[in-house]
């Protein structure tokens, strides 16, 4: 079955056209080079296919579609990307983030190495989360941190590192 333009439209008014955990806007306006764009997504509570996120068998066709098993969530509640740090402490953390994550019912958790100075590095973090996926590794650039005490984006001071997180994030967030 397909999600009904009744239901659809249902949906995005009932939720205010806002991100269901952040309230986020899910569309945005259009710029001078865009015209507006769908930033949501409209997602499925329980699953229809058997190895998808909280899966019923139990759960009806007829009800997959329907309204009270639809939400909206902007595109960073729908896959969350967790930053991790070469670091015991910083895995931990990556480690509640999931569990909170998945309290929430955000089950597509991905993580971002960051600060990596070397292979050692980017391999304790695939040894030591091995049950996590991977969207890539940032290297570690002084220049982020130079950016960051002068308040200024990362990207102005690296723009290398932003060509790194674009090829990261191709295929990620169509």
């Not at 930053?83 to 509640?96: L, N, W, Y």
């Not at 955000?106 to 991977?134: A, Q, T």
Request: aromatic share 6%.
């Amino acid at each position: 079955m397909a999600i009904f333009n009744k239901t659809r439209k249902i949906l995005w008014g009932r939720a205010g056209n806002r991100c269901a955990i952040c309230k986020h806007v899910l569309v945005v306006n259009s710029t001078p080079k865009n015209d507006e764009s769908v930033i949501g997504e409209e997602c499925h509570i329980v699953s229809g296919q058997t190895n998808g996120p909280r899966y019923d068998p139990t759960f009806t066709k007829e009800k997959l579609d329907s309204f009270e098993n639809l939400m909206l969530l902007c595109r960073i509640h729908h896959k969350m990307i967790v930053i991790v740090e070469p670091g015991t402490r910083s895995i931990e953390t990556a480690r509640q983030i999931k569990r909170l994550s998945e309290g929430l019912g955000i089950k597509n958790i991905e993580i971002v190495g960051n600060k990596i100075r070397s292979e050692r590095d980017k391999d304790f973090l695939l040894k030591n989360m091995n049950n996590f996926s991977f969207l890539g590794f940032l290297p570690f650039n002084e220049n982020i941190i130079e950016a960051d005490l002068d308040g200024r984006p990362p990207y102005e001071k690296d723009p290398e590192g932003l060509k790194i997180v674009s090829e990261m994030m191709k295929g990620h967030f169509n």
